[in-house]
């Protein structure tokens, strides 16, 4: 089954607020399952993080045409980018995976420009045919809570298929 199946990124990135110009980051990028999308809906910056060599490289040999997408191999707890320079930090299936989670939204709290977003796209802790064990997974509220109490307020849901769940925050 293809992941496009399960999880349709044009879907889910066009009930994102953004706008001509906006610089994103797409934390835990992997090989750029969203990355895509979110370059052709800005003529902003892309920067695609992700921590694995591997996931970098197959992202640099899909980016033909997307002269906006940066690749940038980091860990998410340490972000080489400036203070208040991006509009919109999206997490897709990655949260969950993040060892220091207080750190990880610190530092998206950092390189937010004020008023910035931040979207968490993550796995239902429910039993499901793919993802993550589900003994891994964050609670939607339990994330709800945790990305709250850290200085974002939801701004709304996001309907992100049958077995994720889709939070839009924005930098208070």
């Keep these: 089954m293809y992941r496009k199946e399960w999880q349709d990124p044009d879907r889910i990135v066009d009930q994102l607020p953004i706008s001509p110009g906006f610089d994103i980051v797409d934390l835990g990028c992997g090989p750029g399952f969203f990355t895509l999308p979110l370059a052709s809906r800005t003529d902003g910056k ?10 970098i490289e197959i992202l640099k040999e899909r980016i033909d045409g997307h002269s906006n997408i ?15 320079t ?30 910035g977003y931040l979207v968490d796209i993550d796995w239902k802790k ?8 589900v003994d891994i997974r964050i609670d939607r509220k339990d994330a709800l809570l945790l990305i709250s109490s850290h200085n974002f307020d939801i701004v709304k849901e996001i309907e992100a298929g049958a ?9 208070n």
């Design 70 to 84: 940066i690749p940038v191999k980091a860990r998410a707890e340490n972000i080489p980018i400036p203070d208040g």
């Design 126 to 133: 429910d039993e499901t045919t793919h993802g993550p064990p």
């Design 163 to 171: 077995h994720h769940y889709g939070l839009l925050f924005r930098k």
């Design 46 to 55: 892309v920067y695609a993080v992700d921590a694995s060599d591997e996931m």
């Design 86 to 115: 991006v509009d919109l930090v999206f997490i897709a299936n990655a949260f969950h995976d993040f060892d220091d989670r207080d750190a990880v939204l610190g530092e998206i709290y950092r390189i937010l420009r004020d008023g």
